[in-house]
């Protein structure tokens, strides 16, 4: 567990996401819960030992599987953006099992213990931006779409920290799969441009190591470069399983990803067509 400032913690080496917390006077914060069951106990036991009262909140900053499967385990009410509520809504009482295969797949050890458990219902949502607290303890939820719909960033002004979720990720594909990548390159050029952003200066990202802004790059480019490819793909009028042939191209980007080599193939063909499906329904409002 790293401090970031006082009463402000991180874990970053859980497999899958990055996770956070805020102890308040009311009580702990949480940001995200880990992919995994013995890890989302463990950090439960953490969070425990830092402030043995129950949790106030818990944050999912999207629906992305990896961050809604295991909430039951820090037992705390579910603080959402309205799409992430929608999402979860959609669920007949448990959770896809496409969602499990997934974790299996990228991480089949700490997959065993995945179940199909009942869906967790959020108690509050959100449109677009929440403040929870005050002074230094300020957190401002902000509704920024770009992996998903339901994206939020939580922001702490006063401290010049800012949890990105999955808009930004550290020496990792960035996951397009269900990504308005659109929406996304202008979540971030406001993230390098926007005043109010002026005094972050440490960014936790959804995936991988702390990091600054200059990380936000590397994340800018993978997604440009893959538009650009599957725009030019789409003029050609290549069929959208040809795109399969770019793969190794957009692996490349990241060597260093921590998963199964299998998964990752998988993971970036599925970024390519989904931003194929993306392209072609922006044409015509293009053309226009």
């Not at 959770?95 to 997934?102: C, K, N, T």
């Not at 009028?237 to 990752?264: C, D, G, K, Q």
């Amino acid at each position: 567990m790293i401090q970031l400032a006082d009463k402000v913690f991180v874990e970053t080496t859980y497999p899958g996401v990055n996770v956070g917390a805020v102890v308040t006077r009311k009580g702990t914060v949480c940001i995200d819960t880990p992919s995994f069951p013995r890890d989302a106990r463990h950090w439960a036991m953490r969070l425990h030992q830092v402030q043995p009262h129950a949790l106030l909140f818990l944050l999912l900053t999207d629906y992305h599987g990896d961050r809604i499967l295991n909430t039951r385990w820090l037992n705390a009410p579910i603080v959402v953006q309205n799409f992430t509520e929608q999402r979860l809504n959609s669920y007949e009482k448990r959770y896809p099992q496409a969602l499990l295969d997934s974790l299996v797949a990228r991480n089949p050890e700490c997959g065993r213990e995945l179940l199909n458990s009942p869906v967790e219902q959020p108690a509050l949502s959100f449109a677009q931006d929440m403040t929870i607290g005050n002074g230094r303890q300020r957190m401002v939820l902000l509704h920024r779409p770009g992996p998903t719909r339901g994206t939020v960033w939580v922001h702490l002004p006063e401290l010049g920290i800012l949890f990105t979720s999955d808009s930004v990720v550290v020496d990792e594909q960035p996951p397009l799969a269900q990504a308005d990548s659109q929406q996304w390159l202008d979540s971030l050029a406001q993230l390098q441009k926007d005043e109010r952003f002026a005094g972050v200066q440490t960014i936790v990202p959804g995936r991988g190591s702390i990091c600054d802004k200059s990380a936000i790059e590397p994340v800018v480019r993978y997604i440009s470069d893959m538009r650009t490819v599957v725009r030019d793909h789409w003029q050609q009028e290549l069929p959208r399983e040809a795109l399969s042939r770019h793969v190794a191209e957009f692996m490349s980007y990241f060597p260093t990803a921590p998963w199964p080599r299998e998964w990752l193939v998988r993971q970036t063909r599925l970024s390519l067509e989904h931003l194929y499906d993306e392209i072609k329904w922006e044409q015509p409002a293009h053309i226009l």
